[in-house]
């Protein structure tokens, strides 16, 4: 009986030693000034990756921190025009925004090498030189510039190269057309003869539809698919030259951002990091089954000859050396990729099939 009654004491104290343990997690939880955040979008929710990553982000930061980060999801446009967020978030009229930094060039054309590199990098060897590589130290010093504090929050697998309405045999066929193109590729592809602007992803298909556009590129087959430009337009070529992989970053207005917690600011890049994981995995496990529904759909899928490959990649290396001769900006973040991806390529050569 004493053994027993000896027993029940120990377990009754470890018991109320766990929901001391509890209360003191509780407490300091409850220090952390809550967070109701809103939270700008490029992208809309239903759209495959690029915008259910954003609602992910979302839930899972106030999964995370227990109801203390709140960043409410809004439609592209609810707030203001997706393209018109970094300023919003600038100027503090807006709190955060889910996005690309490679919409930003008209700021800084350093920042569509934070998004996406013409003939660059696979997401593995990008996020080596982003965390280890000197990449974000760069990062943080483009946004502050301009009262934003970003954090890297997702990367997505290769994209294809365009969506044409007539077959597409070298580039002299791509003169004169009007397209639809993302960040630094649209650089090249003007050198190519080509009209090039910058349309949100909503925008698109419309334009597409009424003639305002030729053609388009925007993403990967599974999200292509989404959007339905299939419908239009039935050559889809491929590889992505312009986006081997695409980062995507949660921007926040540095003033609200500098007085969070640091256990809040450590659960943003918790979450981010898990994020990024989260649609890596996903975004290579659903392109077969679109590939074959776009087939199925009537879709013509191309892949470029090595030539016109031959002839992107030096019309890229003539836009990459004019913008680093004309931006200090960009030839710092430039230097710094070339130079890791050269060191990088020994061991790319010798470690992958």
Same mark, same amino acid.
């Given at each position: 009986?004493?053994?027993?009654?000896?027993?029940?004491?120990?377990?009754?104290?470890?018991?109320?030693?766990?929901?001391?343990?509890?209360?003191?997690?509780?407490?300091?939880?409850?220090?952390?000034?809550?967070?109701?955040?809103?939270?700008?979008?490029?992208?809309?929710s239903k759209l495959t990756q690029l915008g259910t990553l954003g609602v992910r982000l979302s839930d899972e930061l106030e999964a995370v921190s227990?109801?203390? $980060?709140?960043?409410? @999801? %809004?439609?592209? #446009? *609810?707030? !203001?025009?997706?393209?018109?967020?970094?300023?919003?978030?600038?100027?503090?009229?807006?709190?955060?925004?889910?996005?690309?930094?490679?919409?930003?060039?008209?700021?800084?054309?350093?920042?569509?090498?934070?998004?996406?590199?013409?003939?660059?990098?696979?997401?593995?060897?990008?996020?080596?030189?982003?965390?280890?590589?000197?990449?974000?130290?760069?990062?943080d010093e483009l946004y502050a510039e301009y009262g934003i504090k970003s954090v890297m929050c997702g990367v997505i697998a290769p994209e294809a190269s365009g969506w044409f309405r007539k077959e597409i045999n070298s580039t002299d066929d791509l003169k004169? $057309?009007?397209?639809? @193109? %993302?960040?630094? #590729? *649209?650089? !090249?592809?003007?050198?190519?003869?080509?009209?090039?602007?910058?349309?949100?992803?909503?925008?698109?298909?419309?334009?597409?539809?009424?003639?305002?556009?030729?053609?388009?590129?925007?993403?990967?087959?599974?999200?292509?698919?989404?959007?339905?430009?299939?419908?239009?337009?039935?050559?889809?070529?491929?590889?992505?030259?312009?986006?081997?992989?695409?980062?995507?970053?949660?921007?926040?207005?540095?003033?609200?951002?500098?007085?969070?917690?640091?256990?809040?600011?450590?659960?943003?890049?918790?979450?981010?990091?898990?994020?990024?994981?989260?649609?890596?995995?996903?975004?290579?496990?659903?392109?077969?089954?679109?590939?074959?529904?776009?087939?199925?759909?009537?879709?013509?899928?191309?892949?470029?000859?090595?030539?016109?490959?031959?002839?992107?990649?030096?019309?890229?290396?003539?836009?990459?050396?004019?913008?680093?001769?004309?931006?200090?900006?960009?030839?710092?973040?430039?230097?710094?990729?070339?130079?890791?991806?050269?060191?990088?390529?020994?061991?790319?050569?010798?470690?992958?099939?």
């Open positions: 009986m004493r053994i027993r009654r000896t027993m029940k004491l120990a377990v009754s104290a470890l018991a109320l030693g766990a929901v001391m343990a509890l209360g003191t997690v509780g407490d300091a939880a409850a220090q952390d000034k809550r967070v109701r955040w809103n939270m700008a979008s490029a992208y809309g227990g109801g203390s $980060l709140r960043f409410k @999801f %809004f439609e592209p #446009g *609810a707030l !203001v025009p997706a393209l018109e967020m970094f300023d919003a978030i600038s100027a503090g009229s807006i709190d955060a925004g889910w996005s690309t930094p490679g919409y930003w060039t008209g700021k800084n054309e350093a920042f569509a090498l934070f998004a996406a590199v013409p003939f660059g990098p696979r997401a593995g060897e990008y996020l080596g030189w982003y965390y280890h590589g000197g990449g974000k130290e760069l990062f004169g $057309l009007k397209m639809r @193109f %993302f960040g630094l #590729g *649209a650089k !090249v592809m003007e050198k190519m003869g080509v009209s090039t602007q910058l349309l949100a992803g909503g925008d698109i298909f419309p334009a597409l539809e009424r003639g305002s556009i030729d053609a388009t590129e925007f993403s990967m087959p599974a999200i292509d698919l989404n959007l339905g430009f299939y419908q239009v337009a039935k050559h889809y070529y491929f590889p992505g030259w312009h986006q081997q992989s695409t980062l995507f970053d949660l921007m926040m207005n540095k003033e609200k951002y500098d007085a969070l917690s640091d256990t809040q600011k450590a659960q943003i890049d918790a979450v981010c990091g898990a994020n990024i994981t989260a649609g890596l995995a996903e975004g290579e496990a659903i392109q077969g089954a679109a590939l074959a529904e776009l087939k199925e759909k009537g879709v013509t899928i191309h892949r470029w000859p090595p030539e016109v490959l031959d002839e992107l990649r030096g019309a890229w290396n003539e836009v990459a050396a004019e913008l680093a001769a004309s931006n200090p900006t960009f030839k710092k973040v430039w230097d710094s990729l070339t130079a890791y991806r050269e060191q990088y390529k020994i061991w790319g050569d010798l470690g992958y099939l």
